[in-house]
Nanobody, 116 residues
Framework: QVQLVESGGGLVQPGGSLRLSCAAS????????MYWYRQGPGKERELVAL????????NYADSVKGRFTISRDNAKNTVYLQMMNLKPEDTAVYYC?????????WGQGTQVTVSS
C-alpha cells in the first residue's frame, strides 16, 4: 500500500521557519522524483519545489527561491522542505508527490499558516 504522509505544518509568525517532512512507503522511493506543491485559499495548486531521485538536482518556484530548500534522505524514504523567512502568502496546504515514468502518488497535505 502506497503512502505519503506529510507532517510538520502549523501556525508560524511572519519571518519564522518550518520544516515539512513527507514519509513514503509502499514504493521504491529512491527511484522517484519528489515534489512539493501547495494550494492556498482560493488558489490553484502550484509547484513549489522538486528534487531528482538521487537528490542531485533541485528546482524551485520563483516565489520561494532563496527561502525554501528541498532535500531527501533515501535511506529514510523521506523528503523535506525547509521553509525560512515565511510570509503570509505562503499560507497553504502543502502536499508532497512522488513521480516516476507517469506514475504519481500524492500525500494528504499539511496545513501551513503564516500569521501574526
Amino acid at each position: 500500500q502506497v503512502q505519503l504522509v506529510e507532517s510538520g505544518g502549523g501556525l508560524v509568525q511572519p519571518g519564522g521557519s518550518l520544516r515539512l517532512s513527507c514519509a513514503a512507503s509502499g514504493f521504491t522511493f529512491s527511484t522517484y522524483a519528489m515534489y512539493w506543491y501547495r494550494q492556498g485559499p482560493g488558489k490553484e495548486r502550484e509547484l513549489v519545489a522538486l528534487i531528482s531521485s538521487d537528490g542531485g538536482s533541485t528546482n524551485y518556484a520563483d516565489s520561494v527561491k532563496g527561502r525554501f530548500t528541498i532535500s531527501r534522505d533515501n535511506a529514510k524514504n523521506t523528503v523535506y522542505l525547509q521553509m525560512m523567512n515565511l510570509k503570509p502568502e505562503d499560507t497553504a496546504v502543502y502536499y508532497c508527490k512522488g513521480w516516476r515514468r507517469g506514475t504519481e502518488y500524492w500525500g494528504q497535505g499539511t496545513q501551513v499558516t503564516v500569521s501574526s
